[in-house]
């Protein structure tokens, strides 16, 4: 068989990607390389490989194709760093090139989403091996191939790169052309990190300062270090917290064994050579360490609201043998017995939820103190700390001082237990804020039901009963308040929407999509029912078919991924948007206040249409997987479909008519009547306060500080 080079096997692999992308129905934008020089942006040279821009949603079809034709990702890394992991790299045994799927590009910082939806508006086709394949305009090319010199300033080779780059868009620009090439710069996310290639150019200073703190920080540290590796592991040290550091550099000094042969491809087989390559390592590692630790130290550090973003990230710690873990529980369960009681403390999964931030007004307004909440995810932003109570403590939950909060508390809220639920002392209370009432099956008598629960609040005995008989739990135990959660959301349904949130939806209903997750990666890791890969958990759901429905209905989307989900390409494009905690925090907003503004609610197997019921609004149920759930979790209500107040839909054909009779007809209004009185006792905006007279009750008419 006759061997490939690369000058031929690079344009017949852009061909390749380009038909399996065609075929898999994935848009793809091809970069660098010879689309460049197409376009007559660079020299000609001989490319090692092929670097493609792919639509965030589906880059997944396109490397699972390739998988299966033998295009292997080798990445050697899966460790946490601040530098997110930007492409896929994909070889071929039998090609000389590699295939790197790129689904964000480092130096844009906007949403990978919007990155690409705003060159994919404005791509052109080149032809390459004979074949015309989609490509940014020229504008988006330029920054695409800066950012690329950029990245590595101290490389005399990028340096010549960017000012050949320069003269070739100097030569026959025009200061429209210029304006548009800052303009574009500004609406990526570029104009701060592409600034040396727009000053040489000529362009206008578009949207200077415009980027994030944490945003510029993450280039910095990117480029200015000359061991960018080096430097990234310390940062990642420096944020982690101090339980975590032991197991990070262990994995850091010693990396796993396929890690370390698939980085250096060459050792001989057998123990002894990978022990010489993990000393090498660690020599260079040790010899890097002092010009990380000042790179690191002399970089402007990101405000502490606006922690750093690990992206692509598959390290995971070192799990802690049991036995260790049993005698840290009992260790802690022995402090607890000890440990003066005095004050109120707080934990909820996620951070600073609509249920902690009711309840911890609630119990301030008793006068209910000292309060603290137990946070792992950094303090709150500034929008989050103007809804907490002003003598409100936020404590790390894995710091020393978290751990003796913790022990010292007289009164625990929570919503998923706490510190892994060690044995507790019979003086302290816990208020189990069950995070909403269940219509997927529980897990059977859980420890949180034994040590953690002394008080589970509910909507109704029917779901009080559900938990109960799951748990093993004492029916004296539940109390019927109401989840304060809820309280939240009604007042914001009674409340003008928010001028953000009508500028983003140009004023159109809102139609609200919360699926739960199928695969989670945070707490309990479980598979269940289908997982569609996409944010929707709902089969042909990508944002260019919802975005149509919504136009077609003149409605606007707004699609919450659960939490324990991957995590989601925050996204605003069109008529649809796609939003993560942070973005909701961005924009003012909670979860629940947002629920509260929702004209239509689309959901599944989520408990969240319970809630909603108090709204008494429409909804529809996006249930394409009723029965592989139904079979792999399972269901309180049996079966499923004839307890819902709502149509049920399983594609994007029977979703369209759902929702044009929920915004028109609203034909399931006396359903959702009917049941609202099944799943509530109470219809006000008072559970937070029902809670909050139950831990007054408790700790007997006395202030959890001991005082009267």
């Not at 000058?7 to 380009?18: I, Q, R």
């Not at 990155?115 to 091996?129: K, Q, S």
């Not at 997750?517 to 990508?542: H, K, M, Q, T, W």
């Not at 929702?659 to 006396?670: I, R, S, V, Y």
Request: proline share 8%; aromatic share 6%; net charge neutral.
């Amino acid at each position: 068989m006759t061997e490939l080079t690369l000058s031929e096997a690079v344009p017949l692999a852009h061909a390749l990607v380009d038909r399996i992308a065609r075929e898999r129905e994935v848009r793809v934008l091809f970069i660098k390389g010879p689309t460049a020089l197409a376009q007559g942006l660079r020299e000609p040279r001989v490319s090692l490989d092929v670097d493609a821009l792919v639509d965030p949603e589906r880059r997944h079809l396109l490397a699972e194709r390739l998988t299966e034709l033998g295009w292997v990702d080798e990445h050697p890394y899966t460790s946490p760093t601040v530098l997110p992991m930007h492409s896929l790299t994909h070889r071929h045994r039998a090609w000389p090139c590699e295939l790197d799927l790129h689904d964000r590009f480092p130096g844009f910082f906007v949403e990978p989403q919007a990155v690409f939806e705003r060159l994919w508006e404005g791509r052109v086709d080149v032809t390459v091996a004979a074949r015309e394949i989609p490509c940014p305009e020229p504008a988006g090319q330029a920054l695409v191939l800066a950012l690329h010199a950029l990245r590595d300033p101290h490389d005399p080779s990028k340096a010549a790169e960017l000012a050949q780059l320069a003269e070739r868009v100097t030569e026959g620009a025009t200061p429209s052309s210029l304006r548009g090439l800052a303009e574009l710069a500004r609406d990526l996310g570029a104009a701060d990190t592409a600034a040396p290639f727009l000053d040489q150019v000529g362009a206008p200073p578009l949207g200077r300062g415009s980027t994030r703190a944490d945003d510029l920080r993450a280039w910095q540290l990117r480029t200015q270090p000359a061991d960018v590796t080096g430097v990234s592991w310390v940062h990642e040290l420096r944020r982690l917290p101090w339980y975590r550091r032991p197991g990070y550099l262990w994995y850091a000094a010693t990396l796993s064994d396929v890690e370390i042969r698939l980085a250096h491809p060459g050792l001989a087989p057998g123990r002894l050579p990978l022990l010489r390559a993990r000393l090498r390592r660690l020599r260079r590692g040790l010899a890097a360490l002092p010009d990380a630790v000042r790179s690191v130290s002399t970089i402007e550090p990101a405000p502490a609201s606006t922690p750093d973003v690990v992206v692509r990230t598959t390290w995971q710690s070192r799990r802690v043998p049991g036995p260790v873990l049993a005698l840290a529980s009992a260790g802690l369960g022995a402090l607890d017995r000890i440990v003066p009681k005095h004050g109120v403390v707080l934990r909820t999964f996620p951070d600073f939820d609509d249920q902690g931030l009711e309840t911890a007004t609630a119990l301030d307004r008793a006068g209910i103190r000292p309060l603290t909440w137990l946070v792992k995810d950094g303090a709150p932003d500034e929008a989050t700390r103007r809804l907490l109570p002003s003598g409100l403590r936020v404590v790390d939950a894995g710091s020393l001082r978290g751990v003796f909060a913790y022990l010292r508390a007289h009164v625990v809220v929570h919503t998923h237990g706490v510190y892994g639920i060690p044995p507790r002392a019979t003086r302290k209370v816990f208020v189990n804020l069950w995070h909403g009432m269940p219509v997927k099956r529980l897990e059977e008598e859980p420890a949180v039901s034994s040590r953690q629960t002394d008080l589970l609040t509910v909507t109704t005995g029917m779901h009080g009963r559900n938990i109960a008989e799951t748990w093993n739990l004492d029916p004296r135990h539940l109390v019927e308040t109401g989840l304060p959660r809820n309280d939240r959301m009604l007042r914001a349904g009674r409340a003008p929407r928010p001028d953000a949130l009508t500028r983003l939806t140009r004023g159109r209903p809102v139609v609200l999509w919360l699926p739960t997750y199928r695969r989670s990666v945070l707490g309990e890791i479980r598979l269940d029912g289908e997982d569609f890969a996409n944010p929707f958990e709902f089969p042909g759901a990508d944002l260019g078919s919802v975005g149509a429905l919504a136009d077609v209905l003149g409605v606007h989307v707004v699609v919450k991924p659960h939490p324990m989900a991957p995590a989601p390409t925050v996204t605003e494009t069109g008529s649809v948007s796609v939003w993560d905690q942070r973005r909701l925090a961005d924009l003012g907003l909670t979860l629940y206040e947002l629920l509260g503004h929702a004209d239509v609610l689309v959901t599944d197997h989520s408990s969240v249409w319970v809630d909603f019921l108090l709204l008494d609004r429409p909804m529809v149920f996006a249930l394409a997987d009723l029965a592989s759930y139904a079979e792999s979790r399972g269901h309180y209500f049996t079966p499923l479909a004839e307890h819902l107040p709502g149509p049920i839909v399983t594609d994007l054909a029977t979703l369209a008519p759902a929702l044009a009779d929920a915004l028109e007809g609203d034909p399931w209004a006396g359903r959702r009547r009917a049941l609202r009185g099944v799943h509530h006792t109470h219809l006000d905006d008072r559970s937070a306060a029902r809670v909050a007279a139950l831990v007054q009750e408790r700790i007997g008419g006395r202030r959890a500080d001991g005082r009267s």
